[in-house]
């Protein structure tokens, strides 16, 4: 079965600080990865996607960014934190020929002070 | 407006109750909807998965759309405490990004 991991669990991070979130699935070949920001009562924010190795596509300019240097890893990284950047963040997947089912991680809550 | 659109709750219903679930869109070409339960601090677990109109049953789930008034529904018969979380609806063309509601905050009581 296919299983995600996401680490750290929580991060708390002063402003100005590099971020570095690492995803990786288990199970699958060639998955679709996502990176999603949830804020406190809205719902899920898409940052990031990535249909193979080296391949991101970013849904909202900021100052995140995101790789995908191996099949099965993705990466979430910050040269230099923002207040705004604090939120619970969340790594998905989608096998291909699949409709969109997406499945996720458990999330790394990060707080920027 | 926002192309979907969850009322956040909270919903409190006693134990055993029946719960219905709604969710409104705007987008006429979405045609894969799903819905997602997420207990606190924790991530979102796919529960359902309907593609295009009518109902989809699993358990004491039963998924429900109706795309000529673009609005989906999730029941939870028999609804128990560990039915408490935020249920998010969401939805896409196919194969294209989910857009997801803000999620609405169920609380069932013993």
């Known amino acids: ?113 | 407006q926002k192309e979907v659109e969850q009322d956040p709750g909270p919903l409190s219903v006693p134990e055993g109750a029946i719960v219905s679930l709604n969710c409104t869109y705007s987008n006429s070409a979405f045609q894969y909807f799903m819905w997602y339960r997420q207990y606190s601090r924790k991530g979102p677990e796919l529960l359902m998965y309907t593609y295009s109109s009518g109902n989809k049953e699993d358990g004491r789930f039963t998924a429900q759309v109706d795309k000529s008034s673009k609005y989906i529904s999730l029941f939870i018969r028999d609804s128990q405490p560990s039915d408490s979380a935020t249920y998010l609806c969401a939805m896409s063309r196919v194969q294209n990004k989910l857009v997801f509601g803000a999620g609405t905050i169920l609380r069932v009581k013993s």
């Open chain 1, 1 to 113: 079965s296919q299983t995600i991991h996401q680490w750290p669990a929580t991060l708390v991070q002063p402003v100005g600080s590099p971020l570095s979130l690492e995803c990786t699935v288990e199970g699958t070949s060639n998955p679709n990865l996502y990176w999603y920001r949830q804020a406190a009562g809205r719902g899920l924010q898409l940052l990031f996607y990535s249909v193979g190795i080296g391949q991101i596509s970013s849904e909202v300019p900021q100052n995140l960014s995101a790789s995908r240097p191996q099949d099965r890893q993705f990466i979430l990284s910050s040269k230099k934190l923002l207040l705004s950047d604090s939120g619970f963040y969340l790594c998905a997947w989608r096998a291909r020929g699949t409709y969109n089912e997406q499945f996720f991680g458990p999330g790394t809550r990060l707080t920027v002070l």
